[in-house]
C-alpha cells in the first residue's frame, strides 16, 4: 500500500514525511499549492509528487474531491496535518476510499496485511490500540516545514475544482503563530486573575525567547488571548524543549495538548493540583511573586 | 430549501472515569447537546429566518440520542424539527461510521441546500466529521466558519485561517463547519423548552435507511492514557528569588535552556 | 411524584446556563454595594422568566408551579436576591393580579409584567404589623370615584425599581382583618413616596424599601378583588409565596454545597485532601440529605397547587423546613471552608448571610409552626 502525504498549500509537512518514513512503503506527495511548493514537497523520503496545479482563486477546498480521485484510483495509509484544509483534504480522501479516521496517533506497525495503531481515544482519556485492515487515514501534527531537496519526480494532473472562490482576505490584527512548531512555551491559565496581569508572563516569556500559550477559557470566553494561542486537545499541539505552566490546573483537554513537552514546568498555588503530575519541576506558591522571581533569575544569569 | 444542522448528544470524556484496566465508565456523566454544535443551531436559526428555509437537525447514535429529552433539548435551541437516527449498532460509531449514517439520513431528507455542524467532536475533538460527509456527498466542504449569508444557492462566507479572515463564495449544496465563537448560543427560552416537545421528533433505525456500517478497525486494547512520566521534582517556594534560581539551574542542567 | 418532566429537566439546564453566565458573575459585586442588578431584569424578561404566572394571552409564558420553583432554585443557587427579585415580582405581584384582577386589570398591567417594562411588589408589612398583619393601619378612604391612601409600609421587596404595587389598607369600619382591602398602586402616583432601600445582613442586593402614602388618590377601580376582601388576598397570596421562598432557601443551600464540596476535594491538610476526613464526608452526607427533603417538600407543595389541592400546609412545611435547612447548610459550608470561608473570597459567608432572611420573610418560622400545628390540633 502507498502512502499519501496530503500537502494543502502549507510546506509544514515534515512531522507527516518522518512518519512515513519509518514504514518503508512508497511516499506520494499529493499537493494543491504553488509550483514552488512542490519543489519543497520533493524532499528526502517522498518518492512522487502529484501536483494538482495551482489553485488561482480557487479555495483550496475546492480540489478536495480531485486529491480524493487520485488516492481512489489506488488507496492505501493517508497522512494530513491538523490544518483547516488539511483536514477538509484528509476527511474528504477517507469518504472515497472508505477508510476510519484516526487521529492521536502514539504508534503505528505494519505487519503484512494489517496496522495495528496505539491512539487516543475520547479526547485523550484513554489510549486504544487498533488493528486495521484496507486502507487508512491518519490525522498527525504536521511538523516543520519540509524543504526540498529529495529526488522525487513532480507530475502535474487536472484537477476538478469545486466552486470555492476566494475573494478576500483580511490580514489578521495581530500575526498569527504557530505554537506547534515553538521550541519554548509559557502558558497562562485561570490562575491569571485579570488580563492586565498578562504583562508579568509576556515579561517571562520575551526573557525565555518563549511564545506565550494559554488553557481555552483565556482564548475562548474570557477573549484574553487570540483563539491560535489555545493549548489543547482541539487547539495547538506544542512539543517544545521547555513548557512553563502558569495558573493552569492541568485538566485533561488542555494537558493532551502538551504532553509531548521535554520538560514541564508548573506554578501553581494549589500543591495538589492535577498539573502537578504532568510536570518535572513543580512550583507551588503564589505566581504573582514566583513569575517576576524566575524572570528576574533568567536575567541574571 | 431545507438548512440542516448535524449536532451531537453525548457525554463530556472529561466525566468519564478510566479505571488503571482501561475500562471507560460513562454512567456518572450526562449527555448533552455539544457546545459547538448549539452554535450551529443558532446561526441555522439566524439563516432559516432570513431566508425562509426550514431547519432541520439530525443526529445519530444509539438509545440515548432518541430519547425524548434528548430531541426536546435539541428542539428547544430552535429547530423546526428533529430526524434522528438510533440503533445500538451506533453506540461506538467513529467518525467514518458516523458520516455514512448522516449522509443516509440527508439523502432520505432531500432538498438540502446547507448543512452546519460545530467544528469538534465533543466526544473525539477530531475536527474531521464534516469533511468525511462532504466527501461522501459529493458536496464542497469549508471549516472554521465565522459568517455565512445565503441568497437562493450562493452563499458568501467569511472562515478564519492562519493567514487571517478569508471571504469565500460558493455554490451549494455545501457543508460547513462552525467555529466555537461564530455566533454566541441562546439559552433556550421558557417558551422554546415549553414547545419543543409539539415539534416533530423522527426516529428511524440503521435498518430503516438500509444503512451498513463500515469497519472501522478492531479494538484490541483500551488502556489509561499514560504521559511519559514526569519527574515531579518539587522547589521550595519560600523564598520566591531562591526558589527561581534553583529552578533555572536545574533547567540549564536538563539543556531546557539551550539557545 | 417522584421525577422531573423532561420539560422541568431542560427548565433546569436552561435556567442554570443563564444564571451561570449572567447572574453569578454579578453576586459579588451586587452583595458588596448593596444595589439591586437592573442589569439582569430585560435578560430575564427574554427567557420568559418574569412571566411564569401570567398566563400566555396576556404575555405570559405560564408554566406550573414546579417549574417555578426549578426556576427560583436555579437562580438562587447563584444568586439569592435575583432569586428574591424574581419571585417577589411573580408570587407577590402577578399572581394577585392574575387570580383576583379584573378583565382589565389584568389587561393593563399583565402585558408590562410579563416583559419586565414594569416590575410589581407587594406592600402589606409595616412597621407595627409583621407577623400580626392583621394590625395594619393603612386606611383607604373612599371619595367619590377614588380612595385616599394614608400610612407607610416598610421592608418592601422590590420597592424600589418597581412600578406595580399591591397595597394592603383598612377600607372599612370591620374589625381586625375583614375591613382589609387590596388595591393596586401606580409607582408615580402623587403623594405616594419610596424611600431609601435598608441595608441588611443578606440579600444586601435586594432593594427593600419603605413606602409612604401620603393622601395617595387612587382610581376606586384600582381595588383588586372586593372590598373586605383584602386580607384574604395577602394570605393566599403569600400561600404560594412561602412555596417559593422555600425554592430559594434550597437554591442557597444548593450552591453553599456545591462550593464545599470544591474546597473539600482541593484544601489539603495533613498530608491529604478535607474530602478524605471522615468528618467532612459526615458533614457532606448530611447536607446532601436535608437539600434533598427540602427539594421534595417544596415540589409536594408546588404539586399539590398544581393539582388544585389544598397546598396551604404543605407549603409551610416546606418552608419551615428550608429556611431552617438553607442556614444550617450555609452554616457547615463555612466550616468545612474554616477560616477562608469567613472572608468574603469565599462565597459561602454570603450564602450563610443570605439564608437567614427565608426563617423571616413571607412568615416567619414560628408563623409556620402555628399553620402547621393548629391544622393537626384543630
Not at chain 2, 426550514?54 to 428542539?75: D, F, R
Not at chain 3, 419571585?87 to 384582577?101: K, N, Q, R, Y
Request: net charge negative; glycine share 12%.
Amino acid at each position: 500500500m502507498k502512502t499519501y502525504i496530503l500537502v494543502a498549500n502549507d510546506p509544514g509537512v515534515g512531522g507527516l514525511v518522518e512518519q512515513a518514513a519509518t514504514w518503508g512503503q512508497p511516499v506520494v506527495a499529493v499537493v494543491v499549492g504553488s509550483k514552488d511548493l512542490t519543489q519543497v514537497a520533493a524532499c528526502p523520503g517522498v518518492d512522487e509528487v502529484i501536483w494538482l496545479g495551482d489553485p488561482g482563486n480557487h479555495g483550496i477546498e475546492a480540489f478536495a474531491s480531485s486529491v480524493a480521485a487520485i488516492v481512489a484510483d489506488d488507496p492505501g495509509v493517508v497522512l494530513a496535518g491538523r490544518r483547516p484544509s488539511e483536514r477538509v483534504f484528509l476527511g474528504t480522501v477517507a469518504a472515497s476510499i472508505m477508510a476510519p479516521i484516526i487521529t492521536g496517533v502514539q504508534s503505528v506497525s505494519f505487519n503484512n496485511e494489517t496496522v495495528v495503531i496505539k491512539h487516543g481515544i475520547y479526547g485523550g482519556i484513554a489510549v486504544a490500540t487498533t488493528q486495521f485492515e484496507g486502507p487508512i487515514a491518519m490525522q498527525i501534527d504536521g511538523g516543520a516545514p519540509v524543504v526540498g531537496g529529495g529526488t522525487a519526480v513532480i507530475e502535474t494532473r487536472s484537477a476538478t475544482p469545486t466552486t470555492i472562490t476566494v475573494t478576500s482576505l483580511t490580514p489578521p490584527e495581530v500575526a498569527s503563530v504557530d505554537l506547534d512548531t515553538a521550541s519554548r512555551v509559557v502558558g497562562v491559565g485561570r490562575g491569571l486573575k485579570r488580563s492586565e496581569d498578562l504583562g508579568l508572563v509576556e515579561a517571562l516569556a520575551t526573557r525565555l525567547n518563549a511564545e506565550i500559550g494559554c488553557s481555552r477559557p483565556l482564548s475562548e470566553g474570557l477573549d484574553w488571548l487570540p483563539r491560535d494561542r489555545y493549548i489543547g486537545v482541539s487547539g495547538a499541539h506544542i512539543a517544545p524543549d521547555l513548557y512553563i505552566m502558569i495558573g493552569i490546573s492541568g485538566q485533561l483537554q488542555h494537558v493532551s495538548g502538551c504532553r509531548a513537552s521535554k520538560v514541564i514546568v508548573s506554578i501553581n498555588n494549589d500543591k495538589d493540583a492535577l498539573v502537578t503530575q504532568d510536570s518535572d519541576y513543580i512550583l507551588t506558591g503564589d505566581l504573582y511573586a514566583l513569575v517576576p522571581a524566575l524572570s528576574a533569575a533568567l536575567e541574571k544569569s | 430549501m431545507r438548512i440542516v444542522v448535524a449536532y451531537q448528544w453525548a457525554c463530556d470524556p472529561q466525566e468519564a472515569l478510566v479505571s488503571s484496566d482501561g475500562k471507560i465508565d460513562f454512567s456518572r456523566a450526562k449527555p448533552t447537546i455539544s457546545d459547538y454544535d448549539a452554535v450551529a443551531i443558532e446561526m441555522g436559526c439566524h439563516l432559516a429566518e432570513a431566508t425562509g428555509a426550514e431547519l432541520i437537525g439530525i443526529s445519530a447514535g444509539g438509545e440515548a440520542v432518541a430519547t425524548a429529552i434528548a430531541t426536546k433539548a435539541a428542539l428547544a435551541r430552535g429547530l423546526h424539527e428533529v430526524f434522528v437516527v438510533s440503533d445500538p449498532g451506533l453506540d461506538s460509531a467513529g467518525t467514518l461510521a458516523t458520516a455514512v449514517t448522516l449522509k443516509a439520513a440527508i439523502d432520505n431528507l432531500g432538498d438540502v441546500g446547507l448543512l452546519l455542524t460545530g467544528d469538534s467532536s465533543l466526544d473525539s475533538g477530531s475536527k474531521t466529521l464534516v469533511a468525511v460527509l462532504a466527501g461522501l456527498l459529493g458536496w464542497p466542504c469549508v471549516t472554521d466558519v465565522m459568517k455565512v449569508t445565503m441568497d437562493g444557492d450562493s452563499l458568501t462566507i467569511e472562515r478564519t485561517i492562519p493567514e487571517g479572515i478569508q471571504g469565500l463564495h460558493l455554490h451549494g449544496p455545501v457543508l460547513v463547519g462552525v467555529t466555537s465563537d461564530a455566533v454566541k448560543a441562546k439559552v433556550p427560552g421558557m417558551k422554546d423548552v415549553l414547545s419543543a416537545g409539539k415539534k416533530p421528533a423522527r426516529v428511524v433505525s440503521l435498518l430503516d435507511l438500509g444503512v451498513r456500517l463500515p469497519g472501522e478497525g478492531e479494538i484490541l486494547s483500551v488502556e489509561k492514557m499514560a504521559g511519559p512520566s514526569r519527574q515531579q521534582i518539587r522547589i521550595n517556594t519560600e523564598d520566591p528569588a531562591q526558589a527561581a534560581a534553583e529552578l533555572v539551574s536545574a533547567l540549564r542542567a536538563a539543556g531546557a535552556l539551550d539557545a | 411524584m417522584f421525577g422531573l418532566t423532561d420539560e422541568q429537566e431542560l427548565i433546569r439546564s436552561s435556567v442554570r446556563e443563564f444564571s451561570e453566565a449572567e447572574v453569578a458573575p454579578l453576586a459579588a459585586e451586587i452583595d458588596r454595594d448593596h444595589r439591586p442588578p437592573l442589569e439582569t431584569i430585560p435578560k430575564l424578561a427574554e427567557l420568559g422568566l418574569l412571566g411564569i404566572l401570567i398566563p400566555e394571552q396576556y404575555g405570559g409564558t405560564e408554566m406550573d408551579s414546579v417549574s417555578y420553583c426549578v426556576v427560583i432554585e436555579e437562580l438562587s443557587r447563584c444568586c439569592a436576591t435575583t432569586g428574591v427579585m424574581v419571585e417577589a415580582h411573580s408570587s407577590l405581584c402577578t399572581w394577585p393580579i392574575v387570580h383576583f384582577g379584573t378583565e382589565e386589570h389584568k389587561q393593563r398591567y399583565l402585558p408590562d409584567l410579563a416583559s419586565g417594562v414594569k416590575m410589581g411588589a407587594f406592600g402589606l408589612t409595616e412597621p407595627g404589623a409583621g407577623s400580626d398583619a392583621g394590625a395594619l393601619a393603612t386606611t383607604a378612604r373612599r371619595d367619590g370615584d377614588e380612595f385616599v391612601l394614608n400610612g407607610q409600609k416598610v421592608f418592601i421587596t422590590g420597592g424600589g425599581y418597581s412600578e406595580v404595587f399591591i397595597v394592603f389598607a383598612r377600607s372599612t369600619e370591620a374589625p381586625g382583618t375583614k375591613g382589609i382591602s387590596a388595591f393596586i398602586v401606580d409607582r408615580d402616583t402623587p403623594g405616594f413616596t419610596i424611600g431609601e432601600g435598608e441595608r441588611k445582613l443578606g440579600i444586601r442586593g435586594s432593594s427593600t424599601p419603605p413606602l409612604m402614602f401620603s393622601d395617595v388618590r387612587i382610581p376606586a377601580t384600582n381595588l383588586l378583588g372586593r372590598e373586605g376582601q383584602g386580607f384574604e388576598i395577602a394570605m393566599a397570596t403569600l400561600d404560594g409565596g412561602r412555596t417559593g421562598i422555600a425554592a430559594q432557601a434550597v437554591g442557597i443551600a444548593q450552591g453553599a454545597f456545591e462550593a464545599a464540596i470544591d474546597y473539600a476535594q482541593q484544601r489539603v491538610q495533613f498530608g491529604k485532601p478535607l474530602a478524605a476526613l471522615q468528618a467532612i464526608q459526615w458533614m457532606i452526607a448530611d447536607m446532601a440529605t436535608s437539600i434533598d427533603a427540602g427539594r421534595l417538600l417544596v415540589y409536594q407543595a408546588a404539586d399539590l397547587e398544581d393539582r388544585g389541592i389544598p397546598h396551604g400546609i404543605a407549603a409551610a412545611q416546606a418552608k419551615l423546613f428550608c429556611g431552617e435547612m438553607a442556614s444550617a447548610v450555609a452554616g457547615k459550608a463555612i466550616q468545612i471552608h474554616g477560616g477562608n470561608g469567613y472572608t468574603e473570597a469565599y462565597p459561602v459567608e454570603r450564602a450563610y448571610r443570605d439564608a437567614k432572611i427565608t426563617e423571616i420573610y413571607e412568615g416567619t418560622s414560628e408563623i409556620q409552626r402555628l399553620v402547621i400545628g393548629r391544622s393537626f390540633l384543630r
